[in-house]
């Protein structure tokens, strides 16, 4: 008991008792260094996460425009294949027109390009 008589016991916020010894002091010390290195991690962890948040914002406007870019695609892909559908359906029609009308020119001519202007 003798070596605790001379440490002298202060109340603590967590209702343990700290010794003031020179020897508490050092490893006080040292849990506050651990402790300000922690809150200095953790300032860093919210700065980090805040750019984190900006950059995903980012990313979904980008997505958001691949979305709406893919589904112009997508339509254009349809068109794509009703003209294919049409100019099949006209060949084969210009085909069975040739065959009716052999008796006339059978001078294969090129097929007639139109072109049609497409306003925005």
Known sequence: M?????????RHASSSFVP???????VLTAKI???KY???????LKELSAKLVIQMEQLEKKMETLVGGTE?????LENWQNVFR??????GAEKSKKAVSSTEDDIDMPETLVRIPISN
């Open 2 to 10: 003798s070596r605790y008589s001379s440490l002298t016991f202060h």
């Open 20 to 26: 003031t010894h020179p020897q508490s002091n050092s």
């Open 33 to 35: 260094r651990e402790k």
């Open 38 to 44: 922690e809150y200095e991690n953790l300032l860093q």
């Open 72 to 76: 112009a695609v997508a339509s254009v």
């Open 86 to 91: 049409i100019i099949n359906i006209a060949s």
